[in-house]
């Protein structure tokens, strides 16, 4: 499970329980979300498995967002009607 990464591949699988809320975006936006977060927070409980996670591009934020709608259009990708 793609929210579980951080903590098998640190092996502190069963050291922490989680709970987590999230809103917004679709499930796989909400789980990459959740295990950055997951991340970062081992980070911050122990500096050493920054490599490990950084080495498994667990700590890189996905930047990619939906693009900015233009009036006219129906959408962001579509192009405007012919006429």
Avoid: C, W
């Avoid at 980070?43 to 050493?48: A, Q």
């Avoid at 920054?50 to 498994?56: A, F, I, Y």
């Amino acid at each position: 499970m793609q929210i579980r990464t951080p903590l098998v591949l640190t092996e502190t699988a069963d050291k922490f329980d989680i709970l987590a809320t999230v809103a917004g975006g679709g499930v796989s936006g909400q789980a990459g979300a959740v295990r950055l977060g997951i991340s970062r927070a081992l980070v911050e409980y122990n500096g050493e498995l920054r490599k490990k996670l950084k080495d498994e591009g667990l700590l890189t934020r996905d930047a990619r967002a939906k693009g900015a709608q233009e009036v006219r259009h129906g959408g962001s990708a579509q192009a405007l009607p012919v006429q």
